[in-house]
């Protein structure tokens, strides 16, 4: 994508979507927190599912502690890999309450130093939760860097230092929503709904998918 164009691209998805959210449910930083550790591999609506079971019932580490594994895993057994994810999200509880007296840190360092927390779910705990310009590379942020061209990488660490490099400063706060809700309903894996799209004037993906005839 030509440098020219990468404003041009922001400004038309904050037109159509000023003030993006994240589609995870959520009213404090732990609770976002551990919905995004929970998200691994898993849609936000399955995840959604859960913790409006478990939320009610358990939304601090002390709470979710009290549960035990076993017990947490009878809220969340619906999503994916959720034994993995019930230990982890139990031994990230154990060292919040140890190290951070159950509050959720605000660096990077200290959010990855906690089990079953990976760069990308650090980033986006920093931009939802506390306002900063990160962005989270999942597969959809990846798949939409490189189609459109605006920032191609063959790692998700490579194309999200491409994307702090590229972005405008006055869109990186909102870009990761931008680009994902951007990725999961129009730039789609599959068959990229080009048609629909606002943005595909600035976009580098060449084969432009047609409207389709039942469209």
Known sequence: MKKDNIPLFFATLQAANPTPETELEYATPFELLAAVLL??????????????KLFPVANTPQAILRLGVEGLEEYIKTIGL????????????????ELHGGEVPRTRAELEALPGVGRKT???????????????????????????????????????L????????????????W?????????????????????????????????????
């Open 39 to 52: 998200s691994a591999q898993a849609t936000d609506v399955g995840v959604n599912k859960a913790t409006r």
């Open 82 to 97: 959720y034994r993995s994810k019930a230990k982890h999200l139990i031994e990230t509880c154990r060292m919040l309450v």
């Open 122 to 160: 650090a980033n986006v705990v920093l931009n939802v939760a506390f306002g900063e310009a990160t962005i989270a590379v999942d597969t959809h942020i990846f798949r939409v860097s490189n189609r459109t061209g605006l920032a191609p990488g063959k790692t998700p660490l490579e194309v999200e």
């Open 162 to 177: 491409k994307l702090e490099k590229r972005v405008p400063f006055e869109f990186r706060l909102h870009a990761h929503h």
């Open 179 to 215: 680009l994902i809700l951007h990725g999961r309903y129009i730039c789609v894996a599959r068959t990229p709904k080009c048609w629909e799209c606002a943005v595909a004037l600035y976009c580098d993906y060449k084969p432009k998918t047609p409207r389709p005839k039942s469209a």
